[in-house]
């Protein structure tokens, strides 16, 4: 999870009220944060918080939330947004490319080195956790005295402009050239990959400010004379550029700036007026929220639970429901089960009653009591374990493993961030070579297994796929042969009480040697393989070792 290093005394000046360091390290957990460590020293704490609440990823958006615990203030942050007089022409083309666009004016800036910082640092954040690395929303921040509007937002060809970029060396590049040739351009790149025109932001003397998402241009580079921002935020995405647009531009009223909207031309289409910071009305079930947590509250104390927690609550007009405002700013509350959660921290986590329901003592599934007992059977066997992702490499998983697939029979991620990461496993061996690959300079012998999940392609299930347990071992050094994994599978299998009701049956697996492969029937029902590893599939993981393997689906042993 995302981390965050509070200065004690910039956040004392932020909610207004005397902290103590060891009383903040209490009451944070109360407010969705984890602490990850404490320098009394320095006086400073950091914490985690979770990626669904992009607004934490500054001082002032924690302190917003603890002046609400505090009862500081209570209810709606207020924020004025004057009305300002510049716009940005959106042009059709862009469409192709990276259609949305939203702005926002900051005035009156004055940031010491910690505001900066914290400007840097929401920046990169928002990149991560609402942005998707910059795919689905891109920042830029300007010095807005040194550009003159009306702003044009535009797609054109990649070698039909040039502009000299930040951090680059300090002479005109063309589009073309900043994604070779800029340390930006070459890792921000496939985001525009097979694009043929790519977006720039223009003044009304066609400077470029920026070629979004890669890099600004040195034309609006903020300095410390730096007295007026302008915000641009490009992307795929429009709520989720709004979303970062209202939790920066907040962020810096925070410190004292002034807010000034823009006016946005869609050519074609229509033209707004941002950032919007009007709050988001839900309409929510008092009975459903208490059923939720438990309590019985009134509809007065629920609305006091929701003012603490910087929302705003009044009974509806419908029976039985409070008309909840929330900020601009929240774009974790998606579904009214959000505000039970909301209700309770309002409530407070430490006041709620301790009760044990009948049949609510937790205990582990029967697959997760096989699964420990699998393990202690493997660890007993001389084995070690190990854990891998459920996510792997469609490369490695299929044709390092000499399997044939198809692209329709694999379940990928629609939007990796990683082609390391881009598909769910089906089974667990390949990841085990990948193991032995990164560990293959090691003593020998290496004996290893796993027991995890797979995930398959099951068209008859909700989800379109279903989860199985499986076991895999291997055993890697110079004399690893199908005796020795077979002697483990036979241990395997007296361990469970089943030697007598298994078998092994020739078969064919392009993973395994030809004549050194079987399938493992258990009751007459196939349930794994087992054999050495062919030649070739070694030779793709980097080992110079023979290895032998098994895998078993454990939900037939049930």
Not at 359 to 371: L, R, W
Request: charged residues 25%.
């Amino acid at each position: 999870m995302p981390t965050l290093e509070l200065k004690l005394e910039r956040l004392e000046k932020l909610v207004g009220k005397k902290l103590d360091i060891k009383e903040l390290e209490y009451d944070l957990q109360w407010i969705s944060l984890d602490l990850e460590n404490i320098n009394e020293e320095k006086q400073t704490i950091k914490v985690e918080y979770n990626p669904n609440r992009p607004d934490f990823s500054s001082p002032e958006g924690i302190a917003r939330a603890l002046k609400g615990y505090y009862d500081i203030e209570l209810g709606v942050p207020t924020h004025e947004i004057a009305s300002g007089e510049i716009e940005m022409n959106v042009d059709p083309s862009v469409k192709k490319v990276r259609p949305y666009i939203v702005c926002g004016v900051i005035r009156n800036i004055d940031l010491d080195e910690d505001e900066v910082a914290t400007l840097m640092n929401i920046q990169e954040h928002l990149h991560w956790a609402v942005g998707r690395d910059r795919k689905k929303v891109a920042i830029g921040v300007h010095d807005l005295d040194k550009i003159s509007s009306p702003y044009r937002y535009v797609a054109v060809k990649p070698d039909s402009i040039s502009f000299i970029p930040l951090h680059g060396d300090g002479y005109p590049m063309n589009l073309e050239e900043i994604l070779l040739l800029h340390e930006k351009g070459i890792e921000y790149a496939p985001i525009l990959e097979g694009k043929d025109v790519y977006p720039v932001l223009l003044d009304s003397n066609d400077e470029v400010i920026s070629f979004p998402p890669i890099i600004n241009g040195i034309l609006t580079t903020v300095t410390d004379d730096t007295k007026n921002l302008f915000l641009d935020l490009t992307g795929t995405d429009f709520r989720a550029i709004n979303l970062a647009l209202n939790i920066l531009s907040t962020m810096l009223a925070d410190t004292g700036a002034k807010i000034e909207s823009v006016k946005v031309n869609y050519q074609g289409g229509e033209n707004i007026v941002t950032p919007n910071l009007n709050p988001k009305k839900w309409e929510v079930n008092i009975n459903y929220i208490n059923d939720y947590i438990g309590l019985n509250l009134s509809t007065v104390d629920m609305i006091k639970c929701f003012r603490k927690v910087r929302m705003d609550a009044k009974k509806s007009k419908k029976k039985g429901y409070l008309d909840v405002r929330v900020p601009a700013f929240r774009g974790d509350i998606i579904h009214p089960v959000d505000f039970t959660e909301e209700c309770a921290i309002g409530y407070g986590y430490f006041n709620l009653p301790l009760t044990i329901r009948e049949g609510c003592f937790g205990e582990y599934h029967p697959i997760q009591s096989f699964a420990n007992k699998i393990r202690t059977i493997m660890i007993g066997a001389g084995y070690l374990e190990v854990l891998n992702f459920i996510l792997t490499n469609s490369k490695r998983h299929y044709d390092y493993m000499k399997q044939e697939y198809k692209e329709s029979e694999l379940i990928q991620i629609a939007n990796p961030v990683s082609k390391e990461y881009d598909t769910a496993r089906t089974k667990l061996l390949p990841k085990l070579m990948e193991t032995l690959l990164f560990n293959r300079s090691e003593e020998k012998p290496i004996r290893i297994f796993e027991t995890g999940d797979v995930i398959l392609l099951a068209p008859e299930q909700e989800t379109g796929a279903k989860r199985e347990v499986h076991l895999s071992a291997v055993t890697y050094h110079d004399n690893a042969d199908f005796t020795e994994i077979r002697s483990t599978l036979d241990f395997i299998m007296t361990s469970l009480n089943y030697y007598n009701n298994f078998e092994i049956k020739p078969g064919k697996n392009a993973s395994y040697i030809n004549g050194r492969y079987g399938d493992i029937y258990l009751n007459n029902e196939k349930v794994g393989e087992i054999g050495e590893i062919h030649p070739e599939v070694l030779l793709n993981f980097k080992l110079e070792f023979p290895v032998a393997a098994l895998e078993l689906n454990l939900k037939n042993f049930l």
